[in-house]
């Protein structure tokens, strides 16, 4: 099982990117479904997170601008991200709570991240 992160790259200020994130394998269900975000020489914060039942939650940083959606048929997550600014800067991780084939509890599992850079 393994989640690919994508959709990052360079953006002006102002700009708009959305990241994708899926997982493949043998999953039974997934919980919540977030974006968290590591800006250069700072610890990994959390940016949105989703619910199974599609409740949302951002960080106050970023509320008004970003809007997370999933689409559980695919096992992935989007997180549309509008106005960025250069604090927007960071790499960008997803993480979900899922429970895979055989198992009995749920388990967390990290994407690889993608990097966003917000710059003129």
């Known amino acids: 099982v393994q989640l690919q992160a994508s959709g990052g790259g360079l953006v002006q200020p102002g700009g708009s990117l959305r990241l994708s994130c899926a997982a493949s394998?043998?999953?039974?269900?997934?919980?919540?479904m977030a974006w968290y975000r590591q800006p250069p020489g700072n610890e990994r914060e959390l940016v949105a997170v989703?619910?199974?039942?599609?409740?949302?939650n951002f960080a106050d940083s970023v509320k008004g601008r970003f809007t997370l959606s999933r689409d559980n048929a695919k096992n992935t997550v989007y997180l549309q991200m509008n106005s960025l600014k250069s604090e927007d800067t960071a790499v960008y991780y997803c993480?979900?709570?899922?429970?895979?084939?055989?198992?009995?509890?749920?388990?967390?599992?990290w994407g690889q991240g993608t990097l966003v850079t917000v710059s003129s």
């Open positions: 989703i619910s199974s039942g599609g409740t949302t």
């Open positions: 394998g043998s999953i039974i269900n997934i919980n919540s």
């Open positions: 993480n979900f709570k899922l429970l895979l084939r055989g198992s009995s509890s749920y388990s967390t599992l």
